[in-house]
């Protein structure tokens, strides 16, 4: 990636993204987390708790923020795992926006946008889904029963020319993007609908008082 500051120096972290509700953080989250940990050589993994989801309607059994970050902060324990609300923060609402405040925040970082391929087939309905595929890489994990729409979506068309391989995925930090690589791992069949169907009440059970988001230091309301 051209540009002062966010080469691919030795001094930079390389750090993931990956974007979601948390409602709640379960198994899944984390295994696919350390799976890609690992394919993408990252120093950390970033979960973006999100305040809400521009394409959807914020559900009934939407619990508070506070809480799904206290999911995901214990569903990341002894791990590599960063769970962060910086969105609310930052005050943006589109993946777009966030990316391109988080790139100017944090010059020491080198970024790299995590997407299962369920995403990757609507990401033509994300608002400036080409600006996101310009400012970082992104790492799209399959997903069974989407990586068929994956393929041949409509973003795919324009994203197609700039796919690598995943033999290439841990040197992605060379990559300028638009860069695109595609990652398989073992499903896991954990969801966090069948989670507050067993749990309806698991909020309850998290300490939420004081929670500090670990990025910036800010205090959760």
Known sequence: MAGPGRGAGPALKRTGLLGGSFNPAHRGHRRISLAAIEALALDDL?????PGNPLKEAAPD?????????????MARHSRIVPTAIEQELGTRYTAETL?????????RRFIWLMGAD??????????????????????????????????????????????????????????????????????????TRVRALEPDWPSSLATMGLRDRVSRRLIP
């Open 100 to 108: 391109a405040k988080l790139v100017r925040r944090f010059p020491d």
């Open 62 to 74: 939407m619990a508070p923020l506070a809480a799904r970050l206290a999911s995901a902060r214990a």
């Open 119 to 192: 995403n990757l087939a609507q990401l033509h309905r994300w608002r400036h889904w080409r600006r996101i595929a310009r400012t970082v890489s992104i790492a799209v994990i399959a997903r069974p029963g989407y990586d068929g729409a994956a393929r041949y979506a409509p973003a795919m068309g324009w994203l197609r020319r700039f796919v690598r391989r995943p033999g290439h995925a841990r040197h992605w930090t060379m990559w300028s993007p638009p860069a695109l690589v595609l990652l398989r791992f073992r499903p896991d069949p954990s969801s966090a």
């Open 46 to 50: 970033w979960w973006l708790v999100s």
